[in-house]
């Protein structure tokens, strides 16, 4: 839409110094004559400016650019643990309590009255049709070639171009990557990974009896130094980094660090997996690029969903398997993995018919937005010096807060049905001991969310007296 676009060139403006903190908008008469568009497309730009924070309304007098929130000061983000990486064995069974209702602030999701299922319906009604007698064979283990060719041509638009016979249809992000840890890896073998590191994560290795390396988190990214000197010692066998928008943390790795992690994953031939459930979920106008896009001798396998960007109960995701593709697919056909034929060809109709990015620039909006809405609160509410996490992409908050007894808010939150993910969930180290992850994709005006969010917040501020 041309008002969103407008916007757009309005917050790179004002994220680049261009229109200063508290500086007057021009007239919505004169914006559209700057812009030659109608009076309506510029009175809904502003209007969406302002329901994002951007910029604040006075009556009487016009639009003027928001002060932004205090976070945008670096030293009030939650601070990265230096350590020295070595190897561990990961925890079993998980931290939390997988009785208490997951909704809405633990499992990262968005609420589900954003799905499209009038347009999804409608695919999957013209996929049953097209299918015919088709509907008795068996799906083939690499996926229906229309929707290998749909992703092919939709991920051509961020200019990352790979062929449809490269990739492999799965069960979701994380069966994509459980497949990857077997052809790569063998039991006892130890796989590197993002501290902290999302704990669904963390439990697929400790079931796979694979050990792992904590990698130290950065601003950039991840520390590449210590990553390099294990690959040297040959201390890993692997790794497995989410790259872009990090479960849990909300950063992703710089352009430079992701093709230097490519660099070293060549350079040492150890396979690098690379989960991007979250790619497609950037706040930004520009998304991101995968390590994937660097890499050209096949280290790199790269795993996606629409499990975070549509919904999770369609458990389909996909594999770019590298120089790995064959031992990739002997592995699923040995298991019988053949994804079910209809929901695949409903997908693809989805994506072709331009469904699928409009959904995505929807929700893309939504969650700026909540990301906004959810920091402002939490600011106002939580103990004074909490450090919340600046994410451009994703669903959660990394949340900081000093004295915080997180197995006290755990047994608490427990016992008054709150779901609430702590941070010694996301390591093997017993660190993140004052921090603990929220999901921001539901509204906080909903009087559910906001009830729960408060009992939460009371419980926080118990926990960080005691």
Same mark, same amino acid.
């Given at each position: 839409?041309?008002?969103?676009?407008?916007?757009?060139?309005?917050?790179?403006?004002?994220?680049?110094?261009?229109? *200063?903190?508290?500086?007057?908008?021009?007239?919505?008469?004169?914006?559209?004559?700057?812009?030659?568009? &109608?009076?309506?497309?510029?009175?809904?730009?502003?209007?969406?400016?302002?329901?994002?924070?951007?910029?604040? @309304?006075?009556?009487? /007098?016009?639009?003027?650019?928001?002060?932004?929130?205090?976070?945008?000061?670096?030293?009030?983000?939650?601070?990265?643990? &230096?350590?020295?990486?070595?190897?561990?064995?990961?925890?079993?069974?998980?931290?939390?309590?997988?009785?208490?209702?997951?909704?809405?602030?633990?499992? %990262?999701?968005?609420?589900?009255?954003?799905?499209?299922?009038?347009?999804?319906?409608?695919?999957? +009604?013209? *996929?049953?049709?097209?299918?015919?007698?088709?509907?008795?064979?068996?799906?083939?283990?690499?996926?229906?070639?229309?929707? +290998?060719? /749909?992703?092919?041509?939709?991920?051509?638009?961020?200019?990352?171009?790979?062929?449809?016979?490269?990739?492999?249809?799965?069960?979701?992000?994380?069966?994509?990557?459980?497949? @990857?840890?077997?052809?790569?890896?063998?039991?006892?073998?130890?796989?590197?990974?993002? &501290?902290?590191?999302? /704990?669904?994560?963390?439990? =697929?290795?400790?079931?796979?009896?694979?050990?792992?390396?904590?990698?130290? /988190?950065?601003?950039?990214?991840?520390?590449?130094?210590?990553?390099?000197?294990?690959?040297?010692?040959?201390?890993?066998? @692997?790794?497995?980094?989410?790259?872009?928008?990090?479960?849990?943390?909300?950063?992703?790795?710089?352009?430079?660090?992701?093709?230097?992690?490519?660099? =070293?994953?060549?350079?040492?031939?150890?396979?690098?997996?690379?989960?991007?459930?979250?790619?497609?979920?950037?706040?930004?106008?520009?998304?991101?690029?995968? %390590?994937?896009?660097?890499?050209?001798?096949?280290?790199?396998?790269?795993?996606?969903?629409?499990?975070?960007?549509?919904?999770?109960?369609?458990?389909?995701?996909?594999?770019?398997?590298?120089?790995?593709?064959? %031992?990739?697919?002997?592995?699923?056909?040995?298991? $019988?993995?053949?994804?079910?034929?209809?929901?695949?060809?409903?997908?693809?109709?989805?994506?072709?018919?331009?469904?699928?990015?409009?959904?995505?620039?929807?929700?893309?909006?939504?969650?700026?937005?909540?990301?906004?809405?959810?920091?402002?609160?939490?600011?106002?509410?939580?103990?004074?010096?909490?450090?919340?996490?600046?994410? @451009?992409?994703?669903?959660?908050?990394?949340?900081?807060?000093? $004295?915080? $007894?997180?197995?006290?808010?755990?047994?608490? *939150?427990?016992?008054?049905?709150?779901?609430? +993910?702590?941070?010694?969930?996301?390591?093997?180290?017993?660190?993140?001991?004052?921090?603990?992850?929220?999901?921001?994709?539901?509204?906080?005006? *909903?009087?559910?969310?906001?009830?729960?969010?408060?009992?939460?917040?009371?419980?926080?501020?118990?926990?960080?007296?005691?």
């Amino acid at each position: 839409m041309r008002y969103i676009q407008l916007a757009t060139q309005c917050v790179q403006q004002i994220e680049s110094g261009q229109l *200063a903190l508290h500086a007057k908008m021009p007239s919505l008469r004169k914006f559209k004559q700057l812009h030659n568009v &109608s009076m309506t497309t510029a009175l809904n730009c502003y209007q969406h400016l302002e329901s994002l924070g951007w910029l604040v @309304a006075k009556a009487q /007098s016009g639009y003027y650019v928001a002060q932004q929130s205090p976070l945008m000061d670096q030293s009030s983000r939650p601070s990265f643990v &230096s350590f020295t990486s070595s190897i561990t064995k990961p925890h079993l069974p998980a931290i939390y309590n997988p009785f208490v209702d997951p909704c809405p602030l633990g499992i %990262a999701r968005y609420d589900p009255g954003l799905i499209p299922i009038d347009k999804l319906q409608g695919s999957f +009604r013209r *996929a049953m049709k097209r299918q015919g007698n088709h509907l008795s064979h068996y799906p083939a283990p690499q996926g229906e070639p229309v929707l +290998r060719e /749909s992703l092919s041509d939709h991920f051509k638009r961020i200019d990352f171009h790979f062929s449809a016979e490269d990739c492999v249809i799965t069960h979701g992000c994380l069966d994509a990557i459980r497949s @990857a840890i077997e052809i790569i890896t063998e039991e006892g073998d130890a796989v590197a990974i993002s &501290s902290p590191c999302f /704990s669904g994560l963390l439990e =697929l290795l400790g079931v796979m009896k694979r050990r792992v390396v904590e990698i130290p /988190s950065v601003q950039e990214g991840i520390d590449l130094d210590q990553l390099q000197k294990q690959m040297h010692l040959g201390s890993i066998k @692997a790794g497995l980094f989410c790259t872009s928008h990090m479960n849990p943390q909300g950063t992703s790795m710089t352009p430079l660090q992701k093709q230097r992690l490519v660099e =070293l994953a060549t350079h040492y031939k150890i396979p690098i997996i690379e989960d991007d459930v979250y790619l497609e979920l950037g706040y930004k106008k520009v998304l991101p690029l995968p %390590a994937k896009h660097w890499d050209t001798e096949g280290y790199i396998l790269w795993c996606g969903s629409i499990s975070k960007t549509i919904a999770a109960g369609y458990r389909l995701g996909w594999c770019l398997p590298g120089r790995y593709l064959q %031992a990739y697919l002997q592995q699923r056909l040995f298991a $019988n993995q053949g994804i079910t034929s209809p929901l695949q060809l409903a997908i693809a109709d989805f994506i072709q018919r331009g469904d699928y990015l409009n959904h995505l620039k929807k929700i893309r909006l939504h969650l700026a937005q909540q990301t906004l809405q959810f920091t402002t609160y939490l600011q106002q509410n939580l103990p004074l010096n909490s450090k919340i996490s600046q994410p @451009a992409g994703g669903f959660v908050l990394w949340i900081e807060v000093d $004295n915080l $007894n997180t197995f006290r808010l755990r047994k608490l *939150a427990i016992e008054k049905q709150l779901d609430v +993910r702590i941070g010694e969930s996301f390591s093997t180290l017993g660190l993140y001991k004052h921090c603990f992850r929220l999901n921001i994709g539901f509204k906080i005006s *909903a009087s559910e969310i906001e009830l729960k969010l408060k009992q939460l917040i009371t419980l926080v501020n118990t926990c960080s007296k005691e």
